[in-house]
Structure formats: C-alpha cells, structure tokens
C-alpha cells in the first residue's frame, strides 16, 4: 500500500509507475480525498487548541462555549474518518510499483527470457500427459474427485501419492538444510487483515474460499498460499536489525477458486483448487530486497537441478507482474506433451508494499524505525513438479522412472508401474 504522502510530493513518477502497470486511476481522486483530509484534521486540531485553552482559563462562563466545540469536534471527526476511509480504500487498491529496470509490457509475450537450463528429453515414441500418464497408473482419479467433491480436484493414490510426499520431504530439506530457512508448520485459516496484508484483499476477494464459522470472531480465509501466513508473522512486529534477515519456509495445501481462468487447464493437475507447495518467504533490510530476489530464485532454481528437469527462467513485463511485486521471476519447466514451458515457481521481490499494509517494521543501526522489505517465491509448486517428473522421465510403456535424488525419499524405488 502506498503513503499518500509519497503520492503528493511524487505525482508525475507515481502517474509514469501507473502507466507503466497499465492501470488506470483518477489520480484527481485521490487527491481531492487528501485535500479534504488534510483540511480537516487541521480544522479539527484548531479547535481542540481553542478547547485547550478554555479548560485551562478554568472559566465557568465558557462551559458552552466548550460543550459547543466539542459538538463541533465529534462532527469534523466523523467526516474526516469517513473522508480518511474512502482515500484508504482506493489507496489499497493500488498495485505496487515497478522496480526500475522491469520490462514494459501489457502481458506475458512481452515477458523476457533470463536462461535456460537442463536438457530437453528426446522420446522414440509420442510423449503422453501427466494425466494420461498418471490414470493408466490408475495413481490419479480425476473422476472420483469429481463426484466426490467438484471439478478440478484429484485423488492422488499409491506410488504417485508418496512421490507427491516425497517431492514436499526432499524441498523442506534442502531449504533448510542447504538454504538455511526457517521451516514452519502454520494454520492454513487467515484472517481478512492478514489477507489485506499481502495483498490478496481486497482486489483478489472472488479468487478466495471464505470460511463460515459459528463465533463472531471477524472473516476467514483458506490460505491461497503460505505466503500470507508466513509472512504476516511479521505484522505489527518490530524488528532489530541482527533479527534480519529473516528466512521461513513452509510446505501446505492451497485453496484457490481460480476466478477467471474458465475453460483453461481444465484436464489434469495444472489448475487446481486445492495444492501443495512449499513456499519461501523472507523479511529483510530493504535495501536488501533484490540482493534476496536473486538468492530465493536460485534456491527455487536449484531444486530444479537436483531433479534433473529442464527449465527457464523469465523476468515478468509491468502488466504480467503480481499486484504486490515490484518485481517477478517466473521459473517455467518444460512440459513434453505441450512442447513448451510452464511456470512452476514465481519468486518476487515486495519491497515495502506489504510491510506498509502489516506495519512489519525494524530498527536499523541509527535506531530509526522503517519498514521492512518482504519476498516471496515458490520453492516449488509440489503438484506442477510431480506433473514434470511424470513427463520428462516416462518410458514406452508408461513407468515412470525415479529421480536419483528423490529414490532415498521413494523407499528407494526405481520406477512407477503400473500394479
């Protein structure tokens, strides 16, 4: 969320940012908002000074005159607050800015590859899909989910279900024990401040499944990712600067409607409502933020490597980025059957956008309080990665070859057959 103080004394570079983003406000709102606010609380103040000064005379004669002005107080008050609520809204709905050297682009084409990695497998026979792959296993049942519960949803059974067990075990262990995070194990239910906090509030409302609980205890949320909850463990918080940096990672379920994706993915586990992935959150000095982006990418990028699958790595154009980001690297695999690759990790850098909505602060080396920067990426997506393994080691007859560095994870099984 942006401080309207950095709105007024920045207009042009807040307008150039917006054009940049491809959204569009009238930035005359906004202001007119602030105008009024400002106004206000001045007049306000002017006669809590002049109430000041009568209880201080201690003159019975200006017991009304007081009475009066408190009347007048309570009413410039409320307007202001209603004034203060209106500007708020409209500032939440504001994306974060772009870093500097992000392209410019309205969507994905005009994303820009970094590099590629890996070794594209070559097949003697047609190359099948995950879901082909994984229900001539009988290992995934789309068609049981669906009765059971609704479309994009699956059982996952038998070997297919404990190398989606294995994948989350082999990612929690080299994070923490190579990349040094913190592992934590959250609630997967959030509050709408902490929904508010990373951005998913109020802008993304339809994408998110709300809990109806009996209490009266305020909204609540499914987590769409462990990044809210992990990183508003930083809300209201004040760190000291040896606390920084502060690395957490986290392997949960995540609940999506994937509002607005109708007709897209709808065979196999691309686009699901419910999915595991492990997602690595950091909360650092914000002159850090980039430095940090770099780093959690290559720890996303090296699990790749450890499993042997191809992949790409793009920085992500204005108008493709996320509405927290200041900027985005997209980790695409290469996926076989659709001859192409697919985003399986999205690291991005927040700088204070987040911070500023959660009052996550420090205290720097001067013991001045600022705001925090905060990341976030995934390290990885479990269900995208089983989808890789299940293409780019296939055989002829449908087995699915183990990984090396998953076999010790897998009971030391070689290969997925069909039983």
């Not at 607050?81 to 992000?102: G, M, Q, R, V, W």
């Not at 204005?318 to 059957?337: C, N, Q, R, Y």
Request: glycine content about 4%; some cysteine.
């Amino acid at each position: 969320m942006h401080n309207i103080k950095d709105i007024r004394n920045n207009l042009e570079d807040f307008k150039e940012s917006f054009k940049k983003r491809f959204f569009e406000i009238d930035i005359n709102v906004i202001l007119d908002l602030d105008i009024k606010n400002r106004k206000l609380i001045q007049e306000k103040e002017k006669f809590e000074n002049v109430k000041k000064e009568i209880s201080k005379s201690k003159d019975r004669s200006l017991f009304k005159k007081s009475k009066n002005i408190s009347s007048e107080i309570d009413k410039l008050a409320k307007t202001q607050a209603e004034i203060k609520l209106k500007l708020d809204n409209i500032l939440s709905t504001i994306p974060n800015i772009p870093y500097k050297d992000i392209p410019i682009g309205k969507d994905e084409n005009s994303n820009v590859e970094i590099l590629k990695k890996g070794n594209i497998p070559k097949f003697d026979f047609k190359p099948k899909s995950h879901y082909e792959l994984g229900e001539s296993l009988n290992m995934l049942d789309f068609e049981l989910a669906t009765k059971t519960t609704g479309s994009r949803f699956v059982f996952v059974k038998d070997e297919l279900a404990l190398l989606e067990r294995s994948l989350s075990n082999f990612m929690l262990d080299t994070h923490v024990k190579i990349n040094k995070y913190h592992e934590i194990s959250p609630p997967l239910i959030v509050s709408d401040e902490a929904m508010f906090g990373t951005g998913q509030l109020p802008k993304f409302e339809n994408d998110q499944f709300e809990l109806k609980l009996d209490d009266d205890s305020g909204r609540k949320f499914l987590i769409p990712t462990a990044e809210v909850i992990l990183t508003n463990m930083a809300k209201n918080k004040i760190f000291n600067k040896n606390d920084l940096p502060l690395r957490l990672v986290a392997s949960t379920p995540c609940f999506r409607k994937e509002a607005g994706s109708y007709g897209k993915d709808t065979k196999g586990m691309i686009r699901q409502h419910q999915f595991y992935k492990v997602e690595m959150v950091s909360i650092v000095e914000p002159q850090n933020c980039l430095i940090e982006l770099d780093r959690m990418t290559e720890c996303a990028t090296k699990i790749l490597e450890l499993l042997k699958l191809p992949f790409r790595k793009i920085v992500l154009c204005t108008g493709d980025m996320g509405f927290s980001a200041e900027k985005t690297f997209d980790i695409e695999v290469w996926l076989p059957s659709e001859n192409k690759y697919r985003e399986i990790s999205s690291c991005s850098s927040c700088g204070l956008f987040q911070a500023r909505r959660m009052k996550a602060r420090y205290k720097n080396e001067n013991n001045v309080i600022s705001f925090v920067g905060t990341l976030n990426g995934s390290g990885l997506a479990i269900g995208r990665t089983l989808i890789a393994i299940l293409e780019n080691y296939q055989q002829s007859d449908g087995s699915i070859i183990i990984p090396d560095v998953l076999k010790p994870y897998m009971n030391h099984l070689d290969k997925i057959t069909k039983k």
